[in-house]
């Protein structure tokens, strides 16, 4: 997996988009992170990290806003692949960190949105993408199966 960064040039390592957004988002300037990120968006729909990070500016508050931009990133990300893929992306690898936080993430709306069956496949080929499990689905995918609410899961 290539990680896709409009704008970066080889040799600027202080060109860091995503870190500018989080930065304003920080500061409560959410306005500008969302346009931050767009613009990446718009440059080329393929940095996976700017789905993500804009999934994650909605993700507590408008789990079902924030599950189109983990799946744009997701689905981007799939295609990307290519149909028969059945290799690995490990997370040690940092180019696949952003498919696979859009894939993670994606698994913990759908979890959210009560959609147990598409949350359990998602986490289920997490699985096999990254044996490592770095992102911990291994932790979550007993309640999935469960079929328990998010809600229950996250106040013990």
Do not use: T
Not at 41 to 66: I, S, T, V, Y
Not at 104 to 118: I, N
Request: include cysteine.
């Amino acid at each position: 997996m290539e990680q896709v960064l409009p704008g970066a040039s080889s040799g600027d390592e202080r060109f860091d988009p995503i870190g500018e957004a989080n930065d304003l988002r920080d500061s409560g300037d959410l306005v500008g992170a969302e346009k931050r990120l767009l613009d990446l968006c718009q440059a080329d729909l393929r940095c996976l990290d700017a789905h993500a990070h804009l999934g994650n500016l909605l993700f507590d508050r408008q789990p079902k806003e924030a599950i189109r931009h983990y799946e744009v990133g997701f689905r981007i990300g799939e295609l990307s692949l290519g149909a028969g893929f059945d290799g690995l992306l490990p997370w040690g690898w940092l180019d696949n960190r952003p498919f696979l936080r859009c894939m993670h993430c994606y698994g913990l709306c759908l979890w959210r949105l009560r959609r147990f069956k598409e949350a359990g496949a998602i986490f289920d080929r997490m699985l096999w993408l990254n044996p490592s499990d770095n992102l911990g689905v291994r932790c979550l995918i007993g309640d999935v199966r469960a079929k328990r609410l998010w809600e229950h899961c996250q106040e013990e």
